[in-house]
């Protein structure tokens, strides 16, 4: 039997109903103290919801949840001066500067005045906004908004931070830095819970993994058992001369040992990937057979693709909230 | 020395508690307030309606009604001028809804709310931050009085009382409209709401013309009208130097709205906090 401090959250069928639309519908979700957890899910499938019934914002209509023991809902005063959350769309005073959001909730945190200066100075420096420090928000970029965000939720230094779609809408420079960032603050002992809508940054950051989808937890895991059960990663060619379709697949078969797909226009060859080691011996056997190739891609599983295996639908409305092509998940050489 | 490398104390060695104490409320509520107070000096277009109402309304009412009213401009000033200082510093109260409802909308409310601080802090903040633009419409009104000719006959000590007392009175009606911003829907609807009860408070009383000038049944709401008390009190106090019955009514019907719509506000609030 666990002790309350093995787990930072533990929360057993919360339900949230918003008019006639279940948006949370029975979620379970245990977080390890220490560790990163990542709630992965599309567009509207309850993941603001679920961490806004955690961070007290939001009356669960069913269900039960703890923060280090703390019912968030009879200690919920207790449980705010536990956690530092990071929303999804910038919970930091427009009007202000970065300095002046830094001192207020320092003050809001009780520290004193002076220290609250102490305090805002070295988070500026610590998210690197000092030369911004004095300016109005309003001219922040979206990533230096993320940062004043998240430096305000550290102030009581938390030991759980819920963080809210931290890279959504970020460019891939300013998505790395928060990676590290949020790395960094693991490594001082911080739980953190983060939801995101990509793979990739689950994979990159959490230790465990639920799946949401329309409420519910479709599959909970380590991001290698997610993948394992979605599948591996694919390889794909492109052929220079599609005349050249059935060798190239004999080749295939011969050195891979495994059957491909074929895309309606020929040219393109889709095949499951389990030995990355042997695309070397495959490379070498088409260059043997003078078959040339325009393209060549390892096309890791997608979330649309973990969406399809876990719940017999796709992703709906990705492309919108999706990042440009260089933060897809799929890592490709032209050959 | 790094906030972010120094190592997080764990959840369970912290010494926690689950209730906010009253030194604590009152001092989040400062916080908040201070917060106010860098809004405005941030957007200090905010301020027009506290410092160019009270100069467009003191010079229009007093060349448009002077002449009809009181025969010449100058003596009418003593009846007008502490008429417009309560219809412009209650009209300003309303934005307090206003302003409220706004606020309640933005994210950073969700930081409020997360925080661990007393619940009623950001209203509270917001009422007590909103004291400093009645002050401004105060002087102002005042100011322009005395440009236009208005020497009030009390003295200096009894204006400055009578200041005081518009900005307590205005403070206790802006429970009423704070309400408004609390329940309604969006900003807007809080703005027409507000003036729909704002407009009979302050036209029909004695602000701007004798009740006596009016027919029986509006006299009657005229004379319990508690703007109409709180004009005649300021009148009593600038004009004549006293301390009359009106004052005295007029901090009680302040009371009273307070004991009415502080905890109705309250409890919408935490409701929805
Ligand atoms: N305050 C609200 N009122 C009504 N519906 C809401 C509210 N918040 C969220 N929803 C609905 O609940 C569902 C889940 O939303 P949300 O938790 O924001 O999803 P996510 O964060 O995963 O995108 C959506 O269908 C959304 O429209
Ligand atoms: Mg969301």
């Not at chain 1, 931290?166 to 790395?183: C, F, N």
């Not at chain 1, 519910?216 to 794909?236: F, I, N, W």
């Amino acid at each position: 039997m666990a002790t309350s401090s093995d787990w930072a959250v533990e929360a057993t069928g919360l339900v949230k109903i918003f008019g006639d639309n279940r948006a949370v519908d029975g979620v379970d979700l245990r977080v390890r103290t220490g560790s990163v957890y990542g709630v992965l899910g599309p567009n509207g499938a309850g993941k603001t919801t679920v961490i806004r019934m955690l961070a007290t914002l939001l009356r669960p209509d069913a269900g039960h949840a703890t923060v280090f023991g703390h019912d968030v809902q009879h200690e919920a005063q207790i449980v705010r001066q536990l956690i530092g959350v990071t929303g999804q769309y910038a919970s930091v005073d427009e009007t202000l500067s970065a300095t002046e959001n830094l001192v207020l909730f320092s003050r809001l945190n009780g520290l004193g005045r002076a220290e609250s200066r102490v305090k805002a100075n070295e988070l500026l420096e610590e998210f690197g906004l000092t030369a911004a420090a004095k300016r109005p928000l309003k001219n922040f970029s979206g990533g230096m908004r993320r940062r004043l965000d998240l430096a305000a939720s550290l102030i009581s230094q938390p030991p759980l931070i819920f963080l809210d779609e931290p890279t959504t809408g970020l460019d891939p420079r300013t998505r790395s830095q928060m990676w590290d960032t949020i790395r960094r603050l693991v490594s001082t002992g911080s739980t953190v819970l983060l939801t995101t809508q990509y793979l990739d940054e689950a994979d990159q950051l959490a230790d465990r993994i639920a799946v949401i989808d329309t409420g519910r937890v479709v599959a909970e895991g380590t991001a290698d058992e997610l993948k394992a059960s979605v599948g591996k990663s694919s390889l794909q060619l492109r052929l220079l001369d599609p005349a050249d379709r059935d060798d190239a697949v004999r080749a295939i078969r011969s050195v891979l040992g495994v059957d491909v797909t074929l895309s309606p226009e020929a040219a393109r060859i889709t095949a499951p990937m389990q030995d990355p080691d042997r695309i070397t011996d495959l490379l070498v056997a088409l260059r043997e057979q003078n078959i040339s190739l325009t393209e060549l891609a390892v096309q890791k599983p997608t979330l649309d693709e973990v969406f399809l295996t876990l719940t017999g639908h796709g992703v709906e409305n990705d492309s919108e909230t999706r990042p440009d092509a260089s933060e897809t998940p799929r890592g490709r050489v032209n050959a | 020395m790094s906030t972010i490398t120094s190592t997080i104390q764990s959840g369970v060695s912290r010494e926690l508690r689950n209730h906010v104490s009253v030194g604590q409320t009152v001092r989040n509520s400062f916080s908040m307030a201070y917060r106010g107070l860098l809004k405005v000096r941030r957007t200090p277009e905010q301020l027009i309606d506290v410092t160019l109402q009270p100069i467009i309304f003191t010079v229009m009412f007093t060349f448009i009604f002077g002449g009809a009213i009181a025969g010449d401009v100058a003596s009418y000033l003593p009846l007008l001028i502490p008429g417009i200082l309560v219809q412009t510093v209650i009209t300003t109260s309303v934005v307090t809804g206003v302003q409220l409802r706004e606020d309640m909308d933005k994210g950073v409310f969700d930081r409020f709310k997360s925080l661990p601080i007393a619940r009623i802090a950001p209203l509270a903040g917001a009422l007590l931050a909103d004291t400093v633009r009645y002050t401004i419409a105060t002087t102002i009104t005042f100011v322009v009085g005395f440009i236009l000719g208005y020497r009030p006959e009390g003295g200096i000590g009894m204006v400055v009382l009578a200041g005081l007392l518009v900005i307590v009175c205005s403070w206790a009606l802006s429970w009423i409209f704070a309400f408004f911003g609390v329940i309604a829907r969006s900003a807007s609807s809080v703005q027409g709401i507000s003036f729909l009860v704002l407009f009979p408070l302050t036209f029909l009383s004695n602000a701007f013309v004798p009740s006596d000038t009016m027919p029986g049944w509006l006299q009657a709401f005229v004379n319990v009208n508690p703007v109409s008390h709180l004009v005649s009190a300021v009148r009593d106090l600038a004009n004549l130097g006293t301390i009359g019955g009106d004052f005295w009514l007029a901090l009680l019907g302040a009371a009273v709205v307070v004991a009415i719509f502080a905890p109705l506000t309250v409890r919408a609030y935490m409701r929805k906090a």
